[in-house]
């Protein structure tokens, strides 16, 4: 069984651009994560998609926003780039709408670099 | 404010020691606690969940509500224990905390 898939690996952008990541889920499940790790700090909540609806989303501001596709497939996209938005970002994958009692599944991050 | 402290960034021990992973929580309703395991080049996955009381590859949790802690044992430390460890609450419909992790030694 294929896992959660993340692309791209890394992305190099400069400050006030604008960057996509995206996230295909394992196949079944219909809830996809988005979380950032900034050096030398923990997992910090970004968004939480299901049935192709937003869910929750954690502390931050406006310009972190995404979607999830009809095929449960989901992008992150963060405009307006600041330097510290410089992270790791992992995307996770669940089944189920109570998503808070399901196994999330990982995948390998993208590592974004602002310039 | 929700919280999850994990006091200890690194943490090592010897083969065949015991071995507690501490993880504090603050939260004022009823916590769903995790324990998550990175080990080196492999993706973050689950060890356990406080709601299942099971015991994956030898560890354990228990949540002390009244200490509001969710530590991480296991008598025995085996070298392939070695791994970053993160404790994580989820609340509120799917918002999750995650600690900022620990990183265990195992030494043969």
């Known amino acids: 069984e294929a896992g959660v898939t993340q692309s791209p690996t890394h992305l190099i952008k400069t400050r006030g651009q604008q960057a996509t990541l995206r996230c295909s889920p394992i196949?079944?499940?219909?809830?996809v994560y988005w979380y950032q790790q900034a050096l030398g700090l923990g997992l910090q909540f970004l968004l939480w998609?299901?049935?192709?609806?937003?869910?929750n989303r954690g502390n931050f501001p406006p310009r972190f926003s995404g979607r999830q596709f009809p095929n449960y497939s989901s992008e992150l996209n963060v405009n307006a780039l600041e330097l510290e938005d410089s992270a790791l970002y992992l995307c996770?994958?669940?089944?189920?709408?109570?998503?808070?009692?399901?196994?999330?599944?990982f995948g390998p991050g993208t590592r974004l670099t602002v310039l | 404010a929700q919280r999850v402290t994990q006091p200890e960034k690194l943490l090592s021990v010897f083969k065949g020691a015991p071995v507690e992973l501490k993880c504090n929580y603050s939260?004022?309703?009823?916590?769903?606690l995790f324990w998550y395991v990175q080990y080196s080049r492999q993706r973050l996955q689950l060890l356990l969940r406080?709601?299942s009381r099971e015991s994956i590859k030898g560890f354990t949790a228990d949540l002390n509500k009244g200490e509001t802690s969710f530590h991480l044992k296991k008598p025995f430390a085996q070298e392939e224990d070695s791994a970053m460890y993160y404790c994580?609450?989820?609340?509120?419909?799917?918002?999750?905390?995650f600690g900022d992790g620990t990183t265990l030694t195992v030494k043969p």
């Open positions: 939260y004022s309703g009823s916590p769903e």
């Open positions: 998609y299901d049935e192709g609806e937003e869910r």
């Open positions: 994580a609450l989820t609340y509120n419909a799917g918002k999750s905390t």
């Open positions: 996770a994958s669940s089944t189920g709408t109570s998503g808070i009692y399901n196994e999330q599944f």
């Open positions: 406080h709601i």
């Open positions: 196949s079944g499940h219909t809830s």
